[in-house]
């Protein structure tokens, strides 16, 4: 090997060499080719470094000082370049925004970047480099920077890109939960990221709202209910869907798209892809027997934007090619496609979410997602707002 280093070597080096006697004609000639051949010369040697395997490649032994430094100086200003264009959305202060972040920050995020109460995992810290503890460096990024590095991920680190980056929401849902962590204590994080204290989860268990560890649904619940609730209502009106009572086919189609990338989600597609088929139908059975939950307002109680969003649902609005909402998703007691989720009882703020990625196509879902690509795409911000707020307001009893 070491021999045909030495004649690989003479192959490259006598020519530069020789090309520099040659070039040499006059003193600002001299310079350069002697520039050029130096130059030359350490690319040579430098192939040959790594080439013979003499380049350090393990994470025990670090970077050089200088490598660090540059490496960094050139992540910090890339993403300062390319974090210009990015737009937050009006406010980072959102609960709802940071609850939704907080649940796939726990999963996801923490072993690397640590959480309150929690160190880096002992695996991580002989990382090189080793991933910084965000609730002492967040502050050094703006929003806008946050944003770039959570969706593109970092080059020779472990920082991946995000997952679906059609899914903005849910990247500024990150962004804004890890801007909350330097304020968070450990009972607060407890809360945000796993949906309940450790006194609360053991007495969740005790009433049979949560399955034992030995059951084998049990540890995957334990995921579910940070974002979903023991009961699966949900946790307060926000962007996380409530899961009791909707339809099992629905369920189970959506584990499955979401499993396969064909609906698009950086938070949900890792999880519902680690999934078995038989633990997917489960889940999908379990959710689908709890009970729905009260919605928040009643029709009784009907304002202005639920009698608009009544009209939209029951009858279209054909001047602008809207179909009617009901044939498919309720509140009509006519036969319906297992597949078309109920919509009665659901969150408002989920609602309208997912009708504007409908809208923009970057949501995805079962293999009917193109129906409501059609269905959706004139309507108006305020329409959607409307039909979320009246379907909000439906029980299930009177989808059925």
Same mark, same amino acid.
């Given at each position: 090997m070491f021999r045909l280093a030495r004649h690989l070597l003479h192959l490259i080096v006598s020519p530069v060499l020789n090309g520099g006697r040659y070039l040499i004609a006059g003193s600002w000639k001299r310079g350069l080719a002697l520039l050029v051949t130096l130059a030359?010369?350490?690319v040579v040697g430098g192939l040959m470094f790594a080439w013979l395997g003499l380049a350090s490649v393990s994470a025990r032994s670090g970077h050089?000082?200088?490598?660090?430094?540059?490496?960094?100086?050139?992540?910090?200003?890339?993403?300062?370049?390319?974090?210009?264009?990015?737009?937050?959305?009006?406010? !980072?202060?959102?609960?709802?925004l940071i609850l939704k972040g907080a649940g796939h920050y726990e999963t996801g995020c923490s072993s690397c970047h640590a959480s309150p109460g929690k160190g880096q995992s002992l695996i991580v810290q002989q990382m090189?480099?080793?991933?910084?503890?965000?609730?002492?460096?967040?502050k050094e990024w703006t929003p806008e920077e946050l944003f770039w590095i959570v969706k593109?991920?970092?080059?020779?680190?472990?920082?991946?890109?995000?997952?679906?980056?059609?899914?903005?929401?849910?990247?500024?849902?990150i962004v804004a939960f890890i801007r909350k962590l330097p304020e968070l204590s450990s009972e607060q994080y407890e809360h945000l990221a796993l949906g309940t204290s450790a006194s609360g989860w053991r007495q969740n268990q005790e009433a049979g709202l949560l399955k034992g560890l030995d059951d084998p649904l049990g540890p995957t619940l334990a995921n579910c209910v940070r974002c979903h609730g023991a009961k699966g209502e949900g946790r307060g009106p926000s962007t996380i869907p409530i899961l009791?009572? /909707?339809?099992?086919?629905? !369920?189970?189609?959506?584990?499955?798209a979401?499993?396969?990338?064909?609906?698009?989600?950086?938070?949900?597609?890792?999880?519902?892809?680690?999934?078995?088929? /038989?633990t997917r139908r489960e889940l999908a059975r379990h959710?689908?027997?709890?009970?729905?939950?009260?919605?928040?307002?009643r029709v009784s109680e009907q304002t202005e934007a639920i009698q608009r969003g009544e009209t939209i649902a029951q009858y279209g609005v054909p001047r602008q090619g809207v179909p009617s909402c009901a044939h498919c998703h309720g509140p009509r007691q006519t036969?319906?496609?297992?597949?078309?989720?109920?919509?009665?009882? /659901?969150?408002?703020?989920?609602?309208?979410? /997912?009708?504007?990625?409908?809208?923009?196509?970057?949501r995805g879902g079962t293999a009917y997602v193109h129906l409501m690509h059609s269905a959706v795409r004139r309507l108006t911000p305020e329409q959607m707002s409307d039909l979320a707020a009246y379907y909000a307001a439906q029980t299930v009893e009177a989808s059925q």
């Open positions: 030359l010369a350490a050089w000082p200088v490598t660090e430094w540059f490496l960094h100086m050139a992540m910090r200003n890339a993403v300062e370049t390319r974090s210009v264009s990015v737009k937050p959305p009006l406010t !980072l202060d959102d609960p709802k090189t480099p080793m991933p910084p503890v965000l609730a002492t460096r967040i593109n991920g970092v080059k020779f680190s472990a920082m991946p890109a995000w997952l679906a980056p059609e899914r903005e929401d849910e990247i500024w849902a009791a009572g /909707q339809r099992e086919r629905y !369920l189970l189609e959506s584990l499955e979401y499993a396969n990338g064909e609906r698009k989600s950086g938070i949900m597609q890792p999880i519902a892809a680690a999934l078995d088929d /038989q959710y689908a027997s709890l009970a729905r939950p009260e919605p928040a307002a036969p319906r496609n297992p597949i078309y989720p109920d919509l009665s009882g /659901q969150h408002a703020d989920y609602l309208t979410l /997912q009708l504007e990625l409908f809208k923009s196509q970057k």
